[in-house]
């Protein structure tokens, strides 16, 4: 698979931690700030497990827009040496966009995510059908606290969109006959209620 650089404006997003990105494709180049003197742990930590695949890039003095400058030019440096890679910013700032326009007339791979969880590479990587979908679902009703789904059709809907084009009526039926048999649901006229682990 080519290599997707991710290029992280810290200043602007602060991710808690880059196991999403712990893949051999990706490269993370995360913008540190002149002002910004702490990073949390979990990110700390999990860039380091990047090994050589994860690299800082401290911005050394202040300036209107001088972290997207830096941005710009590793962008244009990267495209360079490797012209089949593939670049997400990862910024909330929509100065980049011109850029990004400009770059894609150029054929050179490029996108912005607001988060790491939009980059189109991820959510195309989605959850996959699988033992691991349990775990999934109760975690993700677990998540919804007192909003949970009211009803055996919202339910099923609910567990589809966790997978979508992934799982059909069957397979969501199957799930949801798990949850029953488990003890996790109990269905009585069509109404849940719930009992999680």
Do not use: W
């Given at each position: 698979?080519r ?11 602060q991710?808690e931690?880059?196991e ?5 494709h990706?490269k993370?180049?995360?913008?540190v700030g ?5 990073l949390?742990?979990?990110l ?6 990047l090994?050589?695949?994860g690299?800082?890039?401290k911005?050394?003095?202040n ?9 710009a ?22 100065g ?24 189109p ?7 996959k059908p699988g033992?691991g979908?349990?775990?999934v ?15 055996v059709?919202?339910?099923a ?5 966790l ?5 059909g009526?069957?397979e ?12 996790y649901?109990l ?8 009992v999680?682990p």
């Amino acid at each position: 698979m080519r290599a997707h650089y991710v290029l992280i404006d810290y200043e602007n997003v602060q991710p808690e931690d880059m196991e999403k990105l712990d893949a051999e494709h990706f490269k993370v180049l995360l913008f540190v700030g002149a002002n910004q003197t702490k990073l949390s742990f979990d990110l700390a930590a999990s860039m380091q497990k990047l090994g050589a695949r994860g690299e800082y890039i401290k911005i050394s003095s202040n300036g209107s827009n001088a972290l997207d400058f830096h941005i710009a030019f590793y962008v244009g440096n990267l495209a360079a040496q490797d012209a089949t890679a593939c670049f997400h910013i990862v910024s909330k700032d929509t100065g980049f966009d011109p850029l990004i326009t400009h770059l894609l007339s150029r054929k050179i791979a490029i996108s912005r995510s607001k988060t790491l969880e939009d980059i189109p590479l991820l959510k195309s990587a989605g959850p996959k059908p699988g033992p691991g979908n349990m775990t999934v679902v109760v975690a993700n009703l677990r998540q919804r606290g007192a909003a949970k789904p009211r009803t055996v059709k919202t339910l099923a809907s609910t567990i589809k969109s966790l997978f979508p084009k992934q799982l059909g009526d069957k397979e969501v039926a199957s799930l949801i006959a798990e949850l029953q048999s488990k003890g996790y649901i109990l269905v009585q006229e069509n109404k849940v209620t719930y009992v999680l682990p």
